[in-house]
Nanobody
Framework: QVQLVESGGGLVQAGGSLRLSCAASGRTFRTDTMGWFRQAPGKEREFVAAINWSGVSTYYADSVKGRFTISRDTAKNSVYLQMNNLKPEDTADYYC???????????????????WGQGTQVAVSS
């Protein structure tokens, strides 16, 4: 059974930091692009960041560029999202996702991602 399990969410004050983790199991994700998406209450799910299969290439939404860093540990089948200088507008449920196209280019479209976690909640207070 393929599973993506997020952790690391919580409540933090504006300007603070959180590190989200995503542990993948059930198949190898070695050749997948891995991404993070978020969905705030009453809003559509939006792309946050993605990292290609090798970890060399990354791509960020403009709203998080310079504040968030995505990374992966292929040996651990895990992907991370370091979030610094958090803002109240970062409040959302954060989802880890996998695009299984092997050795593919990074795509920001949620429809490209087949496997999804259940999400972890991030709340940033002002």
């Amino acid at each position: 059974q393929v599973q993506l399990v997020e952790s690391g969410g919580g409540l933090v004050q504006a300007g603070g930091s959180l590190r989200l983790s995503c542990a993948a199991s059930g198949r190898t994700f070695r050749t997948d692009t891995m991404g993070w998406f978020r969905q705030a209450p009453g809003k559509e799910r939006e792309f946050v960041a993605a990292i290609n299969w090798s970890g060399v290439s990354t791509y960020y939404a403009d709203s998080v560029k310079g504040r968030f860093t995505i990374s992966r540990d292929t040996a651990k089948n895990s992907v991370y999202l370091q979030m610094n200088n958090l803002k109240p507008e970062d409040t959302a449920d954060y989802y880890c996702a996998a695009d299984p196209s092997p050795y593919g280019n990074i795509r920001a479209d949620a429809y490209a991602y087949t496997y999804w976690g259940q999400g972890t909640q991030v709340a940033v207070s002002s």
